[in-house]
């Protein structure tokens, strides 16, 4: 039996120069077979069943290029602390679930942010304790590169105010808030879930960004391996709606090189990028600054990975055709990465990968001309949130925060994503911060940065494709993935169309 033909009829965008706007598409076997009117595809595949969408816009499919999708799916059903305004916000949250969960059971979640429960030092371990004494609690702050947990917690994983700093980790004091990977000592003494709530997860993350319009996404290596392990079930089984691109953590690229591990593994998963972290964050103060630091005075920041163990361990990933992929926020960060990736440049290229950055958050003005032909994962929802503290933490940079529009010019490669579960995977927040530039404020961050509709499109469909080496993904035309978004105005309600 042969595939069925179908004509999609709509205002189609391509994002292919040779024919920007069309009628209608001819779609069979999950690929593009013509773009053209719709009266000339029907001539041409008279059998052809017809999808009508003529009231609304068609584009090459929405991919977010940074998401930990599994911890994404598991937040789902986890304390959810975003928009939380004080400290009492919390307890009560964390009051009412500890209520209906077995005493001695953990209670996790996440979302929150200092500056936005209004407290300027770090909290401690007693205000959870008031309404949890009982539960260990341990709660993510939006970045993830800070947990706040309770005394329970802090009993199970045997840390006390004589216990020393881990390595890239700081336990502040007094006891309650573990930054970067001072909170693994709290996670490791959690309950691991079972390989079914792991399933569950992944298909909890992955359904929830197709619902949104999402037909892709890219994985960061955040995550534990059975995050991976539960997506390739989920695509062995054919039940995986969204195409993935998915990192490793540095620590296992010699076990990836034993296995024979590399790119372009097929079908919806894959393996694609080497993850590093060259700093930490801005909320948790974390981020690698140049001279003079934050404006509190609380210093320059955590360098995590050495620049040489980018260097070296970069050039293994491209050897094994995988694409390094390094977080820098920080501008300290940033310049160290680029010097890094300078070096980096001619193996890349020789193997046909693009060198990628996660989120270039705060730059220099020097710096922005050497990202011509990196790859730029960038995140815009963030900078909603963010603008307040960069104003307040670092005010010297912020005409280099979230500098899309510089980064554009100087020939990078935009990817957009979401960071999910930092910020929700809501593509229309995406594109009104980053054409607005307004931030939770009410200020704008950078107005000189602001990106045209059409161009956040690209970056967050062509861009990422580009990115992942999908040369059949993120434009409309023949043999290109017959995976579309489907939108009512670009930037406005969207939902997927893969076919
Ligand atoms: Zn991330």
Known sequence: ?????????????????????????????????????????????????LLDHRDLILTPGLCDAHTHLVTYGFSLSEINLHGARSVSEVQARVAQVAMNTPAGSWIRGGGFLLSELGVSGYPTAGVLDEVS??????????????????????????ITEATPDPEGGQIVRPLGCLLEHASALVSAVMPEPTEAEYLAAARAGA??????????????????????????????????????????PHSRLDAARDLGLGSGSGGLFGWGGVKFFADGALGSRTAWLHAPGFADGSGTGIALDPPELIRERGLEAIALGLTPVTHAIGDRANTEVLNVYDDLRAAAAARGIRLRIEHSQHLRPEDVPRHKGLVCS?????????????????????????????????????????DAPVAAPDPRANFAAAVSRVDDGG??????????????????????????????????RPGARAAFTLWDRLGGNARALVL
């Open 1 to 49: 039996m042969t595939q069925p033909l179908s004509i999609i009829q709509a205002t189609v965008i391509t994002q292919d120069p040779q024919t920007p706007q069309a009628g209608a598409v001819l779609v069979g076997g999950g690929r593009v077979l013509a773009v053209g009117e719709l009266a000339e595809l029907q001539a041409t595949a008279p059998r052809a069943g």
């Open 133 to 158: 004494p009982h539960h260990p609690v341990q709660l993510y702050s939006r970045d993830h590169h800070m947990t706040w947990v309770n005394s329970a917690a802090l009993r199970a994983a045997g």
């Open 207 to 248: 359904d929830d960004l197709a619902a949104r319009g999402y037909v892709s996404t890219h994985t960061m290596a955040y995550e534990p391996p059975q995050a991976p392990r539960a997506l390739q079930t989920l695509a062995a089984r054919g039940e995986l709606p969204l195409r993935i691109w998915a990192c490793l």
């Open 378 to 418: 960038v995140q815009p929802i963030h900078l909603q949130a963010d603008a307040p503290m960069i104003r307040e933490l670092m005010p010297h940079l912020a005409e280099g925060s979230y500098a899309f529009k510089s980064l554009m010019d100087a020939g990078a490669i935009l990817a957009f994503g979401s």
């Open 443 to 476: 200020g704008r961050l950078a107005p000189a940065e602001a990106m045209t509709v059409e161009d956040v499109l690209w970056a967050h469909t062509r861009g990422p494709a580009m990115a992942a080496g999908w040369e059949d993904e993120g434009h409309i």
